[in-house]
Structures are given as C-alpha cells and as structure tokens.
C-alpha cells in the first residue's frame, strides 16, 4: 500500500509566491523557490521537476501565492508541463531576475569550458560565451555543458 502524503502547510511569512516540495524520505515540505512574482517561481518548478525526474524519483509540489493578501494555495504546476521560458524583456520581472539568470547560464559554459580543460580564455571568448548565455535557455546551456565536460574526459 502506498503511502499517503502529508498536506504541505503554508509557508512562512508574508504572502508571496512560494513553491514547496514534498521529501517524502522524511515527509516534509521544503521551501524550494520564492518570489514576490509568479513566473520565476514556476520555471524553478519545472525546473527543478525535470533534475527530480531525471532521478528517477516523482515530484510532489505546492504552489502558493497571495491573493487579496492572504495566502492561497494554487493548483498543483503540472509536472510534466514544460516550464515557462525565461522572462520576456519588458515584463513585470525585475531586470535583476533577467540577469541572475544569465548570470547563472554564463556560470555554467565557464564550468563546462574549465572542465573541458579551456582555462585561460581572453576577454573575447568571455564575451562569446556572455552571448551564448544571454541567447540560450536553461536546458540548452545544459547540454552543451554537458558536451564540453564529455569533451574534456569528465577531468
């Protein structure tokens, strides 16, 4: 018989969006993203859903958010719904969010291009790599540094 899930309590704090993740080794809930706005917290959702899948394993999630200043527990994010792409410029998300994420794409190239042994890059190959990261989604960016640490012997 399967075990049943506990329910996922409200998070603390003021009312933002907030998803939670259930663990079921230890059945509690985990604050996994945060945000005074809904888009950032639903592609760390499908974000995270799909590294939890590629496990093996199945993703519980709750998705809260205000409404009318209160805390409401939405929907469910389906989790095989594919995540939404990063925001579109010009959208009510900071700037700030737009360029953590590059950020964190840039991040990742640099790690595959160390790992595949590329480590004195001059000022032109970090440029080159901030276009790709300012150009590619998420999953892409991936993928080619999952091609860069193959090509460097996993070193």
Partial sequence: ???????????????????????????????????????????????????VRAR???AAVALWGPEDGAWRLFDTPSATAPAPERPAPGSP??????????????????????TAGLYDLGPEDDAAVRALAERLDEPTVRRVAHWLSAAGGGR
Avoid: N
Wanted: net charge positive; charged share 30%.
């Fill in 93 to 114: 998300e900071p700037a700030r969010l737009v360029e953590r994420m590059t950020d964190r794409r840039h991040q990742v190239l640099m790690a595959g291009l160390s």
């Fill in 1 to 51: 018989m399967e075990k049943q899930r506990s329910r996922c309590p409200r998070p603390p704090g003021a009312p933002r969006w907030v998803a939670m993740f259930h663990e079921p080794t230890r059945d509690t809930w985990t604050v996994a993203a945060e945000s005074p706005y809904q888009g950032p917290v639903r592609y760390a959702v499908g974000d995270m859903t799909r590294t």
């Fill in 56 to 58: 093996g394993d199945e």
